[in-house]
């Protein structure tokens, strides 16, 4: 397994998630103490998608959040580029489709919104990634983005970077199908970028209005824009 870092194979990324994709959504609840459903609920609220609207859900995996938008009446497809994860939301009555975020299987302005939940910091270049997803986007459309992020407290960044993260392996370790996934993605965590950096990347592939909200005192935060 290749180390976390802005350099990630896109191939090692993938076999990364085919192998942990049974029993992923149970070890994520584990791993996040259920914070994951308050976190999806709070993505919705953000997206604010409604009846007629298309959605993309990029780096959907099973499908989990796909669902919850969907909830509002607009036309959601979950896309992602493993598919044992998207094989493990067969039964969840969305549209699926396998798509690599650089080159995404959609036509210009083809959504009115397109989010990310905890998959931005698996893309190895940040900005192509985030640019190919405004190209999908209608002028005026949105982006959310939900991706853990980095606490602004020193103390707790000290506490969750030290602890929490290093403990995250062992805990995940019963429940998941691939101990070694998890060390790299506890890895990951550790090694990505704080709120006002991924707002500046969000700024510098193109979208306007950028702004940010911290959920859980840090540890993960809601990135929103539009495209002009």
């Known amino acids: 397994m290749a180390r976390a870092g802005l350099d990630k194979d896109p191939h090692d990324i993938a076999e990364m998630f085919d192998g942990v994709a049974k029993g992923y959504d149970r070890t994520n609840s584990v791993m996040t103490l259920g914070f994951d459903r308050r976190w999806r609920d709070m993505t919705a609220r953000v997206l604010d998608a409604g009846p007629g609207e298309k959605v993309l859900d990029l780096a959907a995996g099973t499908a989990v959040s796909t669902v919850e938008y969907a909830r509002s009446g607009a036309w959601c497809v979950a896309a992602d580029f493993s598919l044992e994860m998207l094989k493990g939301g067969a039964g969840r009555g969305v549209p699926r489709v396998a ?97 006002r950096t991924v707002a500046e990347l969000i700024s510098l592939a193109g979208w306007q209005d950028v702004e940010w909200l911290n959920l859980t005192f840090g540890v993960v935060a809601l990135h929103r824009a539009v495209k002009g």
């Open 99 to 195: 798509a690599d975020a650089f080159h995404l299987p959609f036509a210009d302005d083809a959504f009115d919104a397109v989010t990310v939940s905890f998959g931005l910091r698996n893309m190895y270049d940040t900005v192509a990634a985030l640019r190919e997803m405004r190209r999908v986007v209608r002028p005026g459309g949105r982006l959310v983005i939900c991706e853990v992020s980095q606490p602004p407290l020193r103390p707790l960044r000290w506490l969750y970077r030290n602890t929490v993260l290093r403990a995250l392996p062992l805990v995940t370790k019963p429940f998941s199908s691939n101990a070694e996934a998890y060390a790299y993605l506890a890895e990951s965590m550790r090694d990505w970028h704080d709120q």
